[in-house]
């Protein structure tokens, strides 16, 4: 199955910005249907943050992201990005992209990467 491989995590300080990145690792001719970003906090449970469908509508789950993050996606490329502006200790977390090929649910998952804001 095709593999999702993420990149652009890393160590910013507050006010700062990341983007990632999340890719198909092989050439396939299938396009995704909905494309979204999970994160994971250190002792949190994992969440939605934002998705993306097809046809570019987004969708931001979290109030905390809305402004300040944009998910954005490259269908020639299958790739879908997360860019994070304004960066707060609170966005600390594991990211993980993932990728439904259905449009039902999510069935590829990225590595994921960590992302650490610091005060």
């Known amino acids: 199955q095709v593999q999702l491989v993420q990149s652009g995590g890393g160590l910013v300080q507050a006010g700062g910005s990341l983007k990632l990145s999340c890719v198909a690792s092989?050439?396939?001719?299938?396009?995704?249907?909905?494309m979204g970003w999970f994160r994971q906090g250190p002792g949190k449970d994992r969440e939605f943050v934002a998705g993306i469908t097809r046809s570019g509508s987004s969708i931001y789950a979290l109030d905390s992201v809305k402004g300040r993050f944009t998910i954005s996606r490259d269908n020639t490329k299958k790739a879908v990005y997360l860019q994070m502006n304004n960066l707060k200790p609170e966005d600390t977390a594991v990211y993980y992209c993932?990728?439904?090929?259905?449009?039902?649910?999510?069935?590829?998952w990225g590595q994921g990467t960590q992302v650490t804001v610091s005060s």
């Open positions: 993932a990728v439904s090929w259905d449009g039902i649910g999510y069935d590829d």
């Open positions: 092989r050439r396939t001719t299938a396009r995704p249907y909905d």
